[in-house]
C-alpha cells in the first residue's frame, strides 16, 4: 500500500468539519488506504492525532499517536468518563489558535481496529484529551466550541 499526504480540511474554509461522520460499515481496501494516508499527514503536520472529516472524509476514523505508538480507530466511542482535566488545546485544522479545554481525565474508548476486530482502550491523561478532542471531530465538534471562555490565543506558528 503506498501511503500518501491529505490535504488537511481548514476550520475556517470548510464547513466538513462542522458535519457528522457515518459509521464505517465494511472495512475494504480504500478504508484501510484512508488509514494509512491519515497516519501520514499526522505525522507530517507533527500532529498527535487525526480524524477523518480533518482530510475531508466524512467516516467515524481516527488515528493518534502521542509517543507511545499507532493507534488506529473505526467507530470509535467514549463508553466511560471519569474526573477532568483542564489544558491547552490546538489542531492542525485550526493552525493558528489554541484554547484551554476541559476535558475527562480518563475515558474508556470502544472500536473497531484495521482487521475488523472490537476493541476497548483505557487512556487518561493526555491520550485520554486526545481521545475525547478526535471523536469531537467525528461528530463536528472542534476544540474551539468546548474553550473555556477567554483563553483562546492567536498564534502565529513559526515553521
Same mark, same amino acid.
Given at each position: 500500500m503506498n501511503m500518501?499526504?491529505?490535504?488537511?480540511t481548514n476550520y475556517e474554509k470548510d464547513g466538513v468539519l462542522r458535519k457528522k461522520s457515518k459509521y464505517v460499515e465494511k472495512i475494504?481496501?480504500?478504508?484501510l488506504q484512508l488509514i494509512e494516508d491519515m497516519a501520514e499527514t499526522m505525522y507530517n503536520g507533527d500532529g498527535v492525532g487525526l480524524a477523518a472529516p480533518q482530510v475531508g472524509i466524512l467516516k467515524r476514523i481516527i488515528?493518534?499517536?502521542?509517543?507511545?505508538?499507532?493507534?488506529?480507530?473505526?467507530?470509535?466511542? *467514549?463508553? +466511560?468518563?471519569? !474526573? /477532568?482535566q483542564r489544558d491547552t488545546e490546538?489542531?492542525?485544522? *485550526?493552525? +493558528?489558535?489554541? !484554547? /484551554?479545554?476541559?476535558r475527562p481525565y480518563k475515558v474508556i474508548v470502544r472500536g473497531i481496529n484495521e482487521h475488523g476486530e472490537n476493541v476497548e482502550m483505557k487512556a487518561e491523561g493526555f491520550l485520554a484529551r486526545a481521545?475525547?478532542?478526535e471523536i469531537d471531530h467525528l461528530?463536528?465538534?472542534?476544540?474551539?466550541?468546548?474553550?473555556?471562555?477567554?483563553?483562546?490565543?492567536n498564534i502565529?506558528?513559526?515553521r
Open positions: 500518501a499526504l491529505r490535504n488537511i475494504d481496501k480504500k478504508v488515528v493518534i499517536d502521542i509517543g507511545d505508538g499507532l493507534i488506529k480507530l473505526i467507530n470509535p466511542q *467514549i463508553i +466511560e468518563k471519569e !474526573g /477532568e490546538g489542531c492542525l485544522s *485550526i493552525p +493558528e489558535l489554541i !484554547g /484551554e479545554v476541559i481521545f475525547c478532542h461528530d463536528g465538534i472542534s476544540f474551539i466550541d468546548k474553550a473555556v471562555s477567554g483563553t483562546i490565543k502565529t506558528i513559526q
